[in-house]
C-alpha cells in the first residue's frame, strides 16, 4: 500500500510509521518499505540506527523495529544518517526496485511504501514495478495542498492503481486549556475531495504534540492514539475480500 501526496510536509512519513504500528498492534505482520530515497525519516521514527544492515547470497535483511515491523530505508545503509543523497532520478528510482526485489522480506500482511512527494520517477516506478493493491492520499486542509493533491489522484487513475481514501493531517488541534477544537488550517474540503473522486476520508489527523514527540524520539511504537483505527478497519474490510 503506497502512502502517497503531490508534495512534502503533509506527514507521509508521520501516516506511515503510525499506520503501521497500528497493524502490527493488531497482531499483523508488517513492513515499511522507504522509497523515499533523498528525505528518509521512517529510521527516525523506529528508532533505528544506520550502518548495520546484514545480509547474504540471498540479499539484504530488513531491520526490524522493537515490536517487529520489517523496515527497509537508504538511511540505514548509510554510516552516517546525515549524509545527503545526491543521486540522479535513474539511480534512485533502481534503488526502489532494489528495496523490492533485493530485500530478503518475510511473509507480511501489509506493507507500507513510503512515498516521496510528487510524480516524477519514484512514484513512477513504484506504481509500474511493485503490486500495489492501492494508495492512501495524505493531505491537509489548504486548498493549495488539494490543488496538488488532484495531481497525485490522477496519475493513479492514469497508473491504474487503486484511490483506497484520504487521510487528512493536520486537521485540527485541541486547545489544552478549554478543550476546544482549532482549525488553523480552516475548515476542511476533504469530504468534498474524498467525493469528487469517489472515494473516502479514511482519518482526520490533529496536530498533536505528543505524536511529533514520540516520532522525534524513535518511539512511535509507544504512541497510544487511535487516529488511524478507522483506516486500519478499512484495510483489513480489503484484506479480507
Same mark, same amino acid.
Not at 485540527?172 to 477544537?181: E, F, H, I, N, R
Given at each position: 500500500?503506497?502512502?502517497?501526496?503531490?508534495?512534502?510536509?503533509?506527514?507521509?512519513?508521520?501516516?506511515?510509521?503510525?499506520?503501521?504500528?497500528?497493524?502490527?498492534?493488531?497482531?499483523?505482520?508488517?513492513?515499511?518499505?522507504d522509497?523515499?530515497i533523498?528525505?528518509?525519516?521512517?529510521?527516525?521514527?523506529f &528508532?533505528?540506527?544506520?550502518?548495520?544492515?546484514?545480509?547474504?547470497?540471498?540479499?539484504?535483511?530488513?531491520?526490524?523495529t522493537k515490536?517487529?515491523?520489517e523496515?527497509?530505508?537508504?538511511?540505514?545503509?548509510?554510516?552516517?544518517?546525515?549524509?545527503?543523497?545526491? #543521486?540522479? &532520478?535513474?539511480?534512485?528510482?533502481?534503488t526502489?526496485?532494489?528495496? #523490492?526485489?533485493?530485500?530478503?522480506w518475510n511473509?507480511?500482511?501489509y506493507?507500507?511504501?513510503?512515498?516521496?512527494?510528487?510524480t516524477?520517477? @519514484?512514484?513512477?516506478t513504484?506504481?509500474?514495478?511493485?503490486?500495489?493493491?492501492?494508495?492512501?492520499?495524505?493531505?491537509?486542509?489548504?486548498d493549495l495542498?488539494?490543488?496538488?493533491?488532484k495531481?497525485?489522484? /490522477?496519475m493513479a487513475?492514469?497508473?491504474?492503481?487503486?484511490?483506497?481514501?484520504?487521510?487528512? /493531517?493536520?486537521s485540527?488541534?485541541?486547545?489544552?486549556?478549554? &478543550?476546544?477544537?482549532i482549525?488553523?488550517?480552516g475548515?476542511?474540503?476533504?469530504?468534498?475531495?474524498?467525493?469528487?473522486?469517489?472515494?473516502?476520508?479514511?482519518?482526520?489527523l490533529?496536530?498533536?504534540?505528543?505524536?511529533?514527540?514520540?516520532?522525534?524520539?524513535? @518511539?512511535?511504537?509507544?504512541?497510544?492514539?487511535?487516529?488511524?483505527?478507522?483506516c486500519?478497519?478499512?484495510?483489513?474490510?480489503?484484506?479480507n475480500k
Open positions: 500500500i503506497g502512502i502517497v501526496s503531490g508534495k512534502g510536509g503533509v506527514g507521509k512519513s508521520l501516516v506511515t510509521s503510525t499506520l503501521a504500528v497500528t497493524m502490527r498492534r493488531r497482531g499483523y505482520k508488517v513492513a515499511v518499505l522509497a523515499d533523498t528525505g528518509p525519516s521512517i529510521p527516525k521514527a &528508532g533505528l540506527k544506520s550502518g548495520d544492515v546484514e545480509g547474504s547470497e540471498l540479499g539484504m535483511f530488513p531491520k526490524l515490536t517487529g515491523i523496515v527497509m530505508s537508504v538511511n540505514l545503509l548509510m554510516d552516517d544518517e546525515t549524509k545527503p543523497v545526491v #543521486w540522479r &532520478g535513474p539511480v534512485i528510482a533502481g526502489v526496485k532494489q528495496f #523490492w526485489s533485493g530485500v530478503v511473509e507480511v500482511d506493507m507500507f511504501v513510503d512515498m516521496p512527494p510528487g516524477g520517477d @519514484v512514484p513512477l513504484v506504481f509500474q514495478s511493485l503490486p500495489l493493491d492501492g494508495i492512501i492520499v495524505v493531505t491537509s486542509p489548504q495542498v488539494s490543488m496538488i493533491v495531481k497525485a489522484v /490522477n487513475d492514469l497508473m491504474e492503481v487503486k484511490l483506497l481514501g484520504f487521510v487528512e /493531517n493536520y485540527y488541534l485541541v486547545c489544552p486549556d478549554c &478543550g476546544k477544537l482549525k488553523p488550517y475548515e476542511s474540503k476533504i469530504e468534498e475531495l474524498a467525493k469528487e473522486h469517489n472515494t473516502e476520508v479514511l482519518a482526520k490533529p496536530i498533536d504534540p505528543e505524536l511529533a514527540s514520540v516520532s522525534d524520539k524513535g @518511539v512511535i511504537e509507544l504512541f497510544e492514539g487511535d487516529y488511524l483505527e478507522g486500519a478497519d478499512r484495510l483489513e474490510e480489503l484484506l
